[in-house]
């Protein structure tokens, strides 16, 4: 189930169901990033969140109708309906 970037909305930066670029891409960016700002001495920090309950409120019909204007179709499609 990998989203295909045909619309050119997403960043380069965004990881997870994309092709070549897994949550595995992201934790690798992420702690090598952490680690050479700590190697130069460099201040650094993080804002983390939890969207989970986000997705919780979303209104099925609205998510189905953008997850199709997002080119998200066939059995991919089928998995969020169901």
Same mark, same amino acid.
């Given at each position: ?7 050119? /909305?997403?960043s380069?930066?965004?990881?997870? #169901?994309?092709?070549?670029?897994? /949550?595995?891409?992201? !934790? ?5 990033d /952490? %680690?050479?700002?700590m190697?130069?001495? %460099?201040?650094?920090?993080? !804002? #983390?969140g ?11 019909? /609205? %998510?189905?109708?953008? %997850?199709? #204007?997002?080119? !998200?179709n ?9």
């Open positions: 189930m990998y989203c295909r970037n045909t619309t050119n /909305i997403l380069n930066e965004k990881c997870g #169901f994309r092709i070549g670029l897994k /949550i595995d891409s992201a !934790i690798y960016k992420l702690t090598t /952490i %680690l050479n700002a190697n130069n001495k %460099l201040l650094l920090g993080g !804002i #983390f939890d969207m989970e309950k986000g997705f919780d409120c979303v209104d099925h019909g /609205i %998510l189905l109708s953008k %997850l199709k #204007f997002y080119v !998200i066939g059995k991919d499609l089928a998995l969020y309906q169901s």
